[in-house]
């Protein structure tokens, strides 16, 4: 029987002070087990993110193992810039808080949610979808993955003739596997398939589009993008009367 995980719910207030240093801004989001806020350090001013969970034995060594992955990738532009860890206690509850930057912009999912009829316009989801692809041909050639890549883990924020993308929310799975990364293939898909409004638009989608997308079916995409660099390649190459 599967054991019930503690999760945090602390609903902070802005205004909190979260350990010594940082104040609470304002609630950015919650998940299974966590809550992420915008702080701000008390001393500088200077805005972080602050992802917390209850401080138990295995979110501890999770919460180092993200740093470290973190840390690892802290070169490529499109991770998330860790920062540290901390033990703070909150109403009596124990919790581990990783600091990070707080990433400018919007979920990638409200940005499509704020166009008409919820999708994006193919040119401009292209550019996302270029982007991301990009960014995670970097994450695989330092020898990791993301493997939870979606369209609320990719904040966005449009400049100029593109867009500044970051990705949050890296889990760890244990080694880097060729299996694993194909996994970021066919999630970095499915986020240009969620942008482009999904099935309903499919039909009346430019055939450049369908050829990236292939109808989600996996072995194709596989086959036809085996590695993201390939996809990146075939993205900088294609025919755009195909
Ligand atoms: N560094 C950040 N900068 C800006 N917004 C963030 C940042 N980190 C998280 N967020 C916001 O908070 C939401 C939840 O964060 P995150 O994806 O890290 O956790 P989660 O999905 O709740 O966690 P988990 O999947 O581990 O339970 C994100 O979708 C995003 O909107
Ligand atoms: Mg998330």
Not at 61 to 86: D, G, M
Not at 153 to 176: C, E, H, S, T
């Amino acid at each position: 029987m599967p054991t019930r995980r503690p999760v945090v719910d602390l609903k902070l207030t802005p205004g909190t002070m979260l350990g010594r240093r940082y104040r609470v801004e304002a609630h950015l989001g919650r998940g299974a087990e966590g809550e992420v806020y915008h702080v701000v350090e008390a001393a500088t001013g200077i805005p972080r993110a602050a992802k917390l969970t209850p401080a138990d034995r295995r979110n501890q060594r999770t919460a180092a193992r993200i740093a470290n992955k973190l840390e690892h990738l802290r070169e490529c532009p499109i991770v998330l810039q860790y920062h540290h860890a901390e033990h703070v206690t909150i109403r009596r509850q124990r919790v581990v808080v990783l600091f990070s930057e707080l990433c400018p912009g919007e979920p990638l999912q409200r940005f499509v949610d704020g166009h008409r009829g919820k999708r994006l316009p193919p040119y401009v989801a292209l550019q996302v979808f270029y982007r991301l692809v990009v960014g995670l041909e970097e994450v695989h050639d330092a020898g990791e993955y993301h493997s939870d890549v979606h369209t609320e883990n990719i904040i966005v924020q449009p400049r100029g003739v593109g867009f500044r993308m970051k990705l949050i929310d890296f889990y760890d799975w244990g080694k880097a596997t060729r299996p694993k990364q194909q996994q970021d293939i066919l999630q970095a898909v499915r986020v240009f398939h969620d942008m482009l409004g999904g099935r309903p638009h499919y039909a009346k989608l430019p055939g450049w589009a369908k050829y990236f997308l292939a109808g989600l079916n996996n072995t194709r995409l596989l086959k036809r993008f085996p590695t993201m660099a390939a996809l990146r390649r075939d993205l900088e190459m294609f025919d755009w009367d195909m």
